[in-house]
């Protein structure tokens, strides 16, 4: 008899400046077994990085059974499925997955760091993180001081 591993609920920012944008974002989300809500579409102005055009964003919730690992390959298949090429650091990109958070679980790998190093920094994923899960705590979280100011563009 084999045990079931229990699903965890972790959340991932999605982003996009090139192309069509909500397309990459929702090909993305439907390329997911296991999305259970999708944050409203915020535009954002980019931060860091070269001059460029201004991104859609939107955080998603999955519950999944994989592990912190295999979802971040899963991160790496649906950039690649956008043709996301990484030239330029903080650049330009067809699609940009992050994950920010897994409940119960974190890490200071350099491949994956949870929470994300840099969520805590900018209002482009706090934003529709918390109209995900508004409780949620992430340490040093000011609203005032976070990067980016957003615009909420209705559902994907």
């Known amino acids: 008899m084999s045990e079931s591993v229990p ?3 972790a959340f991932l920012a999605l982003g996009s400046n ?3 944008r909500r397309r990459y974002l ?3 989300v439907g390329g997911l077994d296991d999305v259970v809500a ?6 954002s102005e980019p ?3 070269p001059d460029q055009d201004q991104f859609l964003n939107i955080v998603i919730e999955v519950l999944t059974i994989r592990s912190p690992e295999r979802l971040l390959a899963v991160c790496h298949e ?3 499925s956008a043709q996301r090429t990484r030239t330029v650091r903080w650049g330009p990109r067809t699609l940009d997955v992050d994950v920010v958070w897994i409940d119960g ?10 929470p994300h190093p840099r969520a805590h920094e900018r209002n482009f994923v706090m934003i529709p993180l918390f109209d995900l899960a508004p409780g949620l705590m992430i340490p040093g979280y000011d609203p005032a ?5 957003v615009h909420n563009r209705g559902p994907l």
């Open 7 to 9: 699903a965890t609920r």
């Open 18 to 20: 090139l192309g069509d």
């Open 26 to 28: 929702r090909d993305a």
């Open 38 to 43: 999708v944050s409203p579409v915020y535009e």
């Open 47 to 49: 931060v860091g990085g």
């Open 78 to 80: 649906l950039e690649r």
């Open 105 to 114: 679980h974190t890490s200071d790998d350099p491949h994956l760091t949870v």
């Open 145 to 149: 001081g976070a990067l980016g100011t």
